[in-house]
């Protein structure tokens, strides 16, 4: 009895002296994000992309129509984050925005994460707050969050016009920054017509006819969705682009993309189809074999379950539900960024 008490004095005295350090890291995640959230929407980037010089506290609250002390508070925050510079001038404070800042937090950068951390911060960020709902009932919580019926995913995902609109915006953004890495990772040039199924902005079509000038693409999306790229994204200058209006589910026809990773397609792998001698072309997030990671790829599939009605998958499993609908010599490709990309033939 005496040896288990030591025992036990001895683990207590081990836990004390530990520090959660990474515990407590996670528990404060969310503080990191609405701060760059919430420094974006007062515009506090913007501001200090249009000054030549480094701003005071007192400027940039005048600028951003904030209160003086929420703004010290904010801008130290966002210097020790590492997206401010500091400069010290006679014992005040200046601030100018990083390169990284400037380059992906400012709203007129071409490759802007502005519109994406809007959507984070007004749509998903409310998703989130009943991730524990969703892991009990496996769905996605729209109707908790905003008041609207997740039966029909897209009527949900797309409420109003402009909700439409700021997910467009966010696509948009993403695909600024990747979508090259993805369209380059196979040798896509054989393919002279590609059809980008749930194309949405237009923005991976546009990588497409540039890294291959003799190819056309076709946006299959939504009536309204097609609507709304060509008016806000899509120009007359983008020649080799065209649309085709309909609902790929409905209609039974292929899925690639954007269809197959936001709806569970386990046991429906027929409407995978595609012409003999034709290829389909995923551009996933894709899971370690594993299961171990990465974990942002674990932490989307999971945004998956509180926004949408699919999740992310191995290489493997894309195979596999390629190679139940006759394709064939499947591989993929790890980009190093956020979406990978995987290949399946089908021959003639």
């Known amino acids: 009895m005496a040896e288990s008490q030591e025992t036990g004095s001895s683990e207590g005295t081990h836990a004390a002296d530990m520090y959660p350090r990474k515990i407590l890291e996670y528990m404060e995640g969310f503080l990191i994000s609405k701060t760059v959230f919430s420094a974006c929407e007062l515009g506090v980037f913007d501001v200090l992309l249009a000054s ?10 005048q600028a951003i129509g904030a209160s003086l002390d929420g703004t010290q508070r904010l801008l130290a925050a966002c210097s020790g984050l590492q997206l401010l510079n500091t400069h010290q001038d006679n014992g005040q404070v200046f601030y100018s ?7 992906y937090l400012t709203r007129s950068s071409p490759v802007s994460l502005y ?12 998703c989130w707050h009943y991730l524990t709902d969703a892991v009990r009932e496996g769905r996605n919580q729209y109707e908790k969050a905003f008041g609207v019926t997740s039966n029909d995913l897209f009527q949900a995902l797309y409420r ?17 920054i990747c979508a090259k890495d993805v369209v380059t990772a196979f040798d896509l040039s054989p393919f002279k017509i590609i059809c980008d199924l749930g194309g949405c902005s237009g923005a991976l079509a546009k990588q497409c006819t540039s890294a291959y000038p003799e ?3 076709t946006i299959f999306d939504l009536p309204k969705v097609v609507q709304t790229s060509r ?7 983008d020649q080799r682009i065209s649309f085709h ?5 409905a209609s039974g026809r292929n899925l690639l993309t954007f269809m197959i990773k936001r709806n569970n397609y386990t046991n429906k792998a027929d409407l995978l189809v595609r012409p003999a001698g034709g290829a389909v072309f995923l551009v996933e997030a894709l899971l370690h074999e594993d299961g171990s990671g990465p974990v942002t790829v ?18 493997a499993q894309y195979a596999a539900l390629l190679a139940a609908v006759g394709f064939n010599d499947i591989q993929h490709r790890l980009t190093g960024k956020i979406y990978d990309a995987v290949l399946g033939h089908k021959e003639m």
């Open 52 to 61: 030549e010089r480094p701003l005071s506290a007192e400027e940039i609250s």
């Open 97 to 103: 925005n990083t390169e990284q800042a400037r380059v």
């Open 115 to 126: 519109q994406s951390i809007q959507y984070s911060s007004r749509t998903i960020y409310l």
């Open 160 to 176: 109003s016009d402009e909700e439409m609109l700021k997910f467009m915006q966010l696509m948009n953004s993403i695909w600024n």
């Open 215 to 217: 190819c056309s693409v």
């Open 231 to 237: 008016k806000h994204f899509v120009t007359e200058a």
């Open 245 to 249: 209006e309909g609902d790929a589910i």
């Open 298 to 315: 674990q932490l989307y599939s999971l945004n998956m379950l509180v926004q949408t009605e699919g999740k992310e998958r191995t290489a």
